[in-house]
């Protein structure tokens, strides 16, 4: 009995011998330990490799390459380490989940001017967007008051902990917020109050100052004259006002155009005021101007690129320019009910459009702290600042990179399972050889010789060389013999793919030269007689920043707000006149199932209704159908064209793509597709993942779409990033759709327009890399009925070729030119968005 003890001691003993020196079991929340990284972005100084660092008390002690850690310390390594992310434009804890008017705290619009409205008193510390944000390496967000008032109140900062609300406010009054900007315009001017107009925003917005300044200096002379006078009566939204006069706090302004940008610089130089500029979209307009205001904020987002006026089909990567200007420039997500995790995601897109390494990492922690006067305790890996920490898998910015674990005050707020990594190549460097294409490419037959193929027919071919001839794919190999009279595009340090399909769009119905769209027909809940093809402008910019982004064919559909929304085409994204770019015509039926087919005053109100318009004019059609076969000749019923766009649905001949998103949405879709014998195709569907088995069984598809999104609304509170990857592993057929972003603001700026970007996503959160592949190619090709066309470099397949820095999924490699037909749509130049 005593052995027994003794060895069950001895075993206590070593196990807690265990815990004190094996790094995986280290209590790093206690109040001293040591952290080991391979590589530590400090953001003020640099990156430090094999470093190390202190913690005590929740504060950085040490940092550097020599630092002595005992031999019994409590250790944690990590392969790379960065500040906890900064996000000083955020609207979560004000407008938390779900996203329904109970929640929305975070514009006071009944009054253009509410100085006196405090974020902090509307801040729900409780907000299921806070952990999901965590997770993703924010520890620190400023959440603020919206946009619809001139001055909309003051902001609060928060540390993302789990802890008490009075622990996790950081300081109660950040900044104050206002905007100078149309969004007073659009709720004051429509009710025909002032603001209506810009002048009447700056008129407020000056006007509220100089009030400021008169209850400032009555409160002056008041002091200097308390045993003659009364005090003046108290006004606390002035108060705010006047600690902004003082300089004690910020004024952080929503802005957007060039003149905007000059207008909030001109107010806050007539005032003297501390300025942050929220958004400033267009600010590369008046670059060589802003230089003039060195001590500005400029904080980005969450349309990190816009187009310029004058040539509308170039993106600007607004971020990069101002920081090559040597201006202060942060990022931000302006999330509202959720997204506030995508803040590192939307940094990778700047560095991905030509921001530098260096620049992108202050932008999301150093500079937000410098710009709401918070960088003496956060913001960078220093001595005496706050451990507010993140562990990484790889280089910070690659796509691939995950968050393993996020340290808030010294204590660990998040730890995630690592697996294999993803991809093993370095990150393509910054400058490579130019790619070389003859200039009269157009004049006849060429040849493509590349580092690498990825023809999406077979194994990636090394060395490779395609052969191509009037817009049509001759020949892929190895040893291909190119005749004498081809061309020759050298891409021997490059990759080559199959151009990108989308297997959704809006592209060319989005918006015209009147900022008119054609999306939704909202006259009628059921118009499938209609042609997505009679809407669509080819000129429109969405075309060319799709090819900007390697996309040559696109699936151009109605929108979701009707039960039956019309009919689809397959498109390629070069061309003057749609009926010349079409690659199949009537190529689906729009069906929408869920809140979206909803009328607020006519049938359909409820699911129910959607369902039940859904099976009568089905019904209707079918009855139509057998009727017009059995008739005799001459007594067919008269024509009805809604119904008779659906007999090719009902035949099977024509696919529907059904816009869905919950469970029980889908299995509604999957049940009118059993009654109907329909073809269906999933779009949307956040919650297919959870369905695998209905799915597999009957071969659906599916269309994964925002992919870049909040962290769970009422309607797809069921999101998770894995999907694609479920899916797939599933044997489910999947593509993507890429975001189109508006007129002047690609989607590629916003996060989710880059189909590249997307598979990477997808990728990092499971999905196999071939899978990815192909659900950006041929798979989209077979789920679109295009498969003969396009998707595969194959002989006698359309030339759609797409040409790369690098491997397709890793953050640097960007389109370097693009073949649609055989024909150079586009090529990169040189600092072509900067």
């Known amino acids: 009995m005593f052995g027994h ?25 206690s109040r001293h330990y040591f952290i080991r990284a391979g590589k530590v972005y400090t953001a003020s100084r640099g990156i430090m490799s094999n470093a190390a660092i202190e913690i005590k008390d929740g504060k950085i002690v040490r940092v550097g390459q020599n630092v002595p850690i005992p031999r019994k310390a409590r250790l944690l390594k990590a392969d790379v380490v960065m500040p906890g992310l900064i996000d000083i434009h955020s609207h979560i804890g004000v407008y938390s989940l779900p996203m329904v008017p109970e929640n929305a705290d975070f514009n006071e619009m009944t009054n253009p001017v509410t100085p006196q409205v405090r974020a902090v008193d509307s801040f729900n510390f409780y907000d ?15 959440s603020r008051p919206g946009s619809a008032n001139v001055i909309g109140g003051t902001s609060v900062a928060v540390k993302l902990k789990t802890s008490s609300p009075d622990q996790m406010v950081f300081k109660e009054i950040c900044d104050l917020k ?56 108290r006004d606390l ?44 979209s267009w600010a590369h307009l008046v670059v060589d101007e802003l230089v003039n205001y060195p001590d500005v904020h400029y904080n980005v987002g969450p349309a990190m690129f816009m187009t310029y006026y004058d040539n509308i089909l170039e993106f600007k990567n607004t971020p990069a320019v101002l920081a090559n200007a040597g201006l202060k420039v942060s990022l931000h997500t302006d999330a509202v009910g959720g997204a506030q995790q995508n803040l590192l995601h939307l940094a990778r897109l700047c560095y991905r459009y030509g921001m530098k390494e260096e620049d992108t990492i202050k932008a999301i922690t150093i500079s937000g702290a410098e710009a709401v006067g918070l960088e003496n305790r956060i913001g960078s890996i220093e001595e005496g600042k706050d451990a507010d920490l993140i562990f990484l898998d790889g280089h910070p910015l690659e796509f691939s990179t995950s968050v393993v674990r996020v340290i808030i005050d010294g204590k660990t707020e998040f730890t995630r399972e690592t697996g294999p990594p993803v991809a093993t190549e370095e990150t393509i460097p910054e400058a490579i050889s130019d790619l070389k294409i003859p200039e009269d490419i157009a004049a006849g037959p060429y040849a493509i010789k590349a580092g690498t193929i990825f023809t999406m027919a077979g194994k990636p ?96 559909t109605p929108g979701n707000k009707n039960v039956i929304g019309g009919q689809g085409i397959v498109a390629k994204t070069w061309g003057e006149v749609i009926d010349k770019m079409t690659v199949k015509d009537r190529a ?38 057998d009727t017009r076969e059995k008739a005799a000749a001459g007594q067919r019923p008269p024509v009805d064209l809604n119904l008779e766009a659906l007999i090719p649905v009902l035949k099977g001949e024509m696919p529907v793509i059904v816009h869905c998103e919950r469970s029980d949405d889908i299995l509604t879709a999957i049940k009118t597709a059993d009654e109907f014998g329909l073809k269906i195709i999933l779009d949307g569907a956040t919650s297919a993942y959870k369905l695998t088995d209905e799915l597999k069984k009957r071969n659906i598809p599916v269309i994964i779409e925002d992919l870049i999104r909040g962290a769970g609304n009422i309607e797809d509170r069921d999101f998770n990033p894995a999907a694609p990857g479920i899916l797939a592993r599933a044997g489910i057929r999947v593509a993507f759709r890429a975001q189109e972003g508006w007129w002047v603001a690609p989607g590629v700026g916003w996060g989710g327009g880059d189909l590249l970007e997307l598979g990477a996503f997808a990728v990092r959160h499971g999905m196999q890399e071939e899978a990815a592949l192909r659900a950006l190619t041929i798979g989209a090709a077979e789920i679109l009925g295009i498969e003969h066309r396009t998707g595969s470099l194959e002989p006698n397949k359309d030339a759609d070729i797409l040409i790369l820095r690098g491997h397709p999924f890793k953050v640097k490699s960007i389109p370097e030119a693009v073949f649609i037909d055989g024909k150079l749509v586009y090529k990169r130049k040189n600092n072509e968005h900067l």
């Open 5 to 29: 003890r003794k060895i069950v001691t001895f075993i206590l003993m070593f196990l807690f011998l265990a815990i004190l020196t094996d790094p995986s079991l280290a209590q790093d929340d």
């Open 128 to 142: 299921p967007a806070i952990p999901v944000a965590r997770a993703e390496g924010v520890t620190t967000i400023v």
């Open 178 to 233: 206002m905007a100078i900007e149309g969004n007073p315009l659009d709720f004051y001017g429509a009710k025909k109050q002032m603001p209506a107009t810009l002048m009447s925003v700056y008129f407020l917005a000056r006007k509220a100052f100089i009030e400021a300044q008169d209850y400032m200096r009555s409160w002056e002379e008041y002091e200097k004259n308390k045993a003659s006078s009364s005090p003046p009566r």
């Open 237 to 280: 939204g002035k108060e705010i006002m006047v600690k902004a006069l003082k300089r004690e706090i910020p004024v952080h302004i929503h802005c957007a155009t060039a003149s905007e940008i000059i207008n909030c610089i001109r107010l806050a130089r007539e005032f003297n005021l501390r300025l942050s500029l929220a958004h400033c």
């Open 461 to 556: 071919i090394e060395n490779g060389i395609i052969l191509i001839s009037n817009g049509k794919i001759e020949g892929v190999g190895k040893d291909l013999p190119i005749p004498d009279d081809y061309k020759v595009v050298d891409a021997k340090e490059f990759v080559v793919m199959p151009g990108l399909i989308s297997a959704r769009s809006y592209s060319g119905i989005l918006s015209n030269w009147r900022q008119q769209n054609s999306i939704d027909e909202t006259s009628s809940p059921v118009v499938p007689a209609l042609e997505v093809k009679h809407a669509v402008e080819p000129q429109a910019p969405h075309f060319a920043f799709s090819r900007q982004t390697g996309i040559t064919t696109i699936m151009i």
């Open 588 to 625: 689906a039926m729009v069906f929408g199932l869920g809140a979206m087919a909803k009328r607020e005053d006519q049938m359909p109100m409820t699911r129910m209704g959607v369902a039940a318009l859904l099976r009568e004019t089905l019904t209707r059609a079918r009855y139509y159908l």
